[in-house]
Structure formats: structure tokens, C-alpha cells
């Protein structure tokens, strides 16, 4: 047969097949590399933070007020029950109650301390009256010699000299006797009267307590002071609250009733981010209960200092952003995600960023050109989830690849 065909077509023939070997090694990538090309788009930067759906305006259910006295000496207690967070409540309904053992065993060592302490006033008053007692004795005592020593002066002026003498000696001794009794008096009797008002002090005091911890204990079913829907509170580490944990004058809120047309959208900004967010920003905001609706908002308020971002190691700063419920049924607690619009442009020349190569020191591409492969760098200025922002460097329409190619040419090597 291969004799039949003309020699001319033969080499015809042949030349083909060289030529397409030719091609595959010389010219691969052109044909093995996909391309993307350059264009004009709406392009528009964003940073994501997740958050939480709060309340600006609420109602806050805290510990009993008496539980921040001082004097009450109990700083934390145990809640023991408490309703569902989302339940519906009405003023006067059961919200929590707070675990009472401790009110109990406070109150049963102040009732011990005033026993003791009105044990300590009656004997202290018995004393008193003891004490007094041979007080005025004495006294009584001084006053009897004075008047025996008057008298004995009054007799003996019709005596000697030195009988005279000694009578007013003795007299002058009654007068600074019954003076130095009529101190003593005084003195027994101020000494009595601190130390009863000392024990009555401390009795009072006690007395006080008793009433704070009665009264503390009276409270311990916490109701709530209006009508609408129960949220739970955080603790000092953000957790929030649930039965079992600790609560007092350093963590008071149990409970909190939020205004629900007051929502809000609060999510944590990692630091490297914050610089690039400011109050006025559109936000796209996606609630895990409505996957399929995007709400808009707006940056409201940026704190000024940072906290730690938990399981992390860097700090974020809290974002207040406005939320537009749409009508939706949204609820405090639910879970955000939101895309802070930080530049938005109309018509910019992007590429998707698979395509761009390099770091934040170098972007380059490879450029499909005439056949041949380019390696060009490019001027990017900003980037997204899916773009990149080309400023200088290429033209709308040119051709580069998706994936690096193993061979190229340096457009650098080129232009030296």
C-alpha cells in the first residue's frame, strides 16, 4: 500500500508529524497552560469579622443590690436554676434564684456573734453597776470624813496651836480625798459607759447584718422587673452566664431584656485591620439563622482598645455595627459574619488572584504573548477574596496564565 502512495506525499507527510513534535517541545505553554484575560470590573476590598447580634438598648436583671454591701461579707453565690435563655417572660415572672447555703450559714455565725455580743452587754452592765457601786461607796466615804473633819476643827479652837494645826491638816486631807473620789467616779463611770456603747456598737452592727442577710435571703428568687424576651448575661471573661456559675458585685448582670428594635451587629476586628475601618462603612452582614439573605449595616462605633481574641494570638477591637432587620425575626445571640466595605471601585482593571504571583515586596504574571510566555511584573493596589487590583503593568484584553509555567521569559532580562 505504502508503495501505491506518491513519494511527495510521503514527505508531506512526514514534515507535519515533525513539525507537531516540534511544536510540543518548543512551544508548550501556550497550549498546556490555561489563560485568563485581564479586564475592567467593579472591584470592591473588604475585611471580614465574625460577631454576634446584640442589643443597644436593654434591660439588665442583676443580683440582689444588698449583695454589693460590704458588710454583708459575701462576695460570690452560685445560681441554681435558671429560666431558658429566649423564653418569654412578664414583670413578675421567674427569671433565676440564687443558691441560699450561704446566706444560711452567714446568718446562723451572726446570729452566733449577737448572742455572744448581748451575753457580753448584760455582763458588761452588771459589771457596771458593781463597779459604780463601790465608786460612790467610796465616795459616800470621803464625804462622811470631810464632815467628821469640819467638826473637829470647829472643836478645837478652843485648844493649842498645834491641835488646831493638826485638825485643818486633816481637814485639807478630807477635802482632797473626797476630790480624788469624785474623779475616780467620773472616770469609772466614762470607763463603763465606752465599753457598754463599744459592745452596743458592735451589737448594732451585727444586728444590721442580720437584717442585710434576712432580707438578702428574701430576695434570692429573682423576677423580672418587666415584659419581653430573656438573654443571658456575661461574666467578666465574656462567657456567658449558665447554672452553676458564680455571680456577685464583680459580675452582677444574670439576666438581661433587650429592645429588640435596637439590634445590632458586634464583631471583633483583628488588630492588623482596625486601622482600615472607620465609622460610615457599609457592612454585608449574613446571620447563620438566614443563610440566604445579606442585610446591610453600617460601622457605628470602633472601640479605642483592643482584647485578646480567644484562641488566638492577637488582640481585636469591638465594632458596633448598625443592622437593618429587613422584618426579619432576628435575635439577640445569633451569629454574624460581616464584610466591612473598606474601598469600592466602579471600573478598574482586575485579574483573579491565581493569576498574580509574588508578595507584598514583587507581583508578577506570565503574560501570553505572540506564542511566547513573559514574566511582567505589576503594580497591585489592593485585593480581595477572588481579585486582585492591577494599577500598572498590563492592559485590558492581555493574556496570562492561572498556573506558573516551567519555562518563560524575564521581561527584566529583556529590557537590560
Known amino acids: ?16 508529524f515533525l513539525f507537531a513534535i516540534l511544536l510540543l517541545i518548543f512551544w508548550p505553554s501556550s497550549l498546556s497552560h490555561e489563560t485568563v484575560g485581564a479586564q475592567i470590573a467593579p472591584f470592591t476590598m473588604e475585611v471580614a469579622a465574625e460577631g454576634e447580634v446584640q442589643a443597644l438598648e436593654f434591660e439588665s436583671i442583676n443580683i440582689p443590690e444588698v449583695l454589693g454591701r460590704r458588710d454583708v461579707g459575701i462576695w460570690r453565690m452560685k445560681i441554681s436554676n435558671l429560666v431558658s435563655e429566649g423564653t418569654q417572660v412578664k414583670k413578675g415572672d421567674f427569671v433565676a434564684s440564687l443558691d441560699p447555703s450561704e446566706v444560711e450559714e452567714r446568718l446562723v455565725r451572726i446570729m452566733e ?27 459616800t466615804n470621803a464625804k462622811d470624813n470631810l464632815e467628821e473633819s469640819l467638826i473637829r476643827v470647829e472643836q478645837s479652837q478652843y485648844e493649842s496651836k498645834a491641835t488646831q494645826r493638826q485638825a485643818n491638816i486633816a481637814l485639807e486631807k478630807a477635802q482632797l480625798d473626797i476630790n480624788a473620789n469624785q474623779r475616780n467616779y467620773d472616770k469609772e463611770v466614762l470607763r463603763q459607759k465606752i465599753r457598754i456603747n463599744r459592745i452596743k456598737k458592735h451589737l448594732n452592727k451585727d444586728v444590721e447584718v442580720k437584717n442585710l442577710l434576712e432580707e438578702l435571703k428574701s430576695q434570692l428568687r429573682i423576677t423580672s422587673p418587666s415584659n419581653g424576651m430573656v438573654v443571658y448575661g456575661r461574666d467578666y471573661r465574656g462567657r456567658k452566664i449558665k447554672v452553676d456559675d458564680d455571680v456577685g458585685p464583680w459580675s452582677p448582670v444574670i439576666v ?101 504571583f509574588g508578595n507584598d515586596t ?55
Open 1 to 16: 500500500m505504502l508503495n501505491k502512495i506518491p513519494k511527495k506525499y510521503l514527505i508531506a507527510t512526514a514534515l507535519i
Open 113 to 139: 456573734k449577737i448572742e455572744e455580743q448581748n451575753n457580753s452587754l448584760e455582763s458588761a452592765i452588771l459589771d457596771s453597776t458593781i463597779q459604780l457601786m463601790q465608786k460612790r461607796e467610796d465616795l
Open 256 to 356: 438581661t431584656i433587650p429592645d429588640l428594635s435596637s439590634l445590632y451587629s458586634e464583631a471583633i476586628v483583628k488588630e492588623i485591620d482596625i486601622a482600615k475601618i472607620n465609622v460610615g462603612q457599609p457592612v454585608k452582614i449574613t446571620i447563620d439563622a438566614f443563610p440566604d439573605v445579606i442585610f446591610d449595616g453600617r460601622i457605628k462605633r470602633i472601640a479605642n482598645i483592643g482584647q485578646p481574641i480567644t484562641g488566638t494570638s492577637m488582640n481585636g477591637f469591638k465594632v458596633v455595627i448598625e443592622l437593618d432587620s429587613q422584618g426579619k425575626k432576628i435575635l439577640p445571640g445569633m451569629t454574624t459574619t460581616n464584610k466591612i466595605t473598606i474601598a469600592s471601585y466602579t471600573d478598574d482593571l482586575v485579574l483573579p488572584r491565581e493569576a498574580v
Open 362 to 416: 514583587a507581583y508578577y504574571v506570565y503574560k501570553l504573548e505572540s506564542g511566547s510566555i513573559y514574566k511582567d511584573e505589576v503594580e497591585v493596589d489592593g485585593e480581595n477574596e477572588t481579585h486582585m487590583r492591577i494599577v500598572n503593568g498590563l492592559k485590558t484584553g492581555d493574556k496570562v496564565l492561572l498556573t506558573q509555567p516551567e519555562e518563560y521569559i524575564d521581561e527584566r532580562d529583556v529590557n537590560k
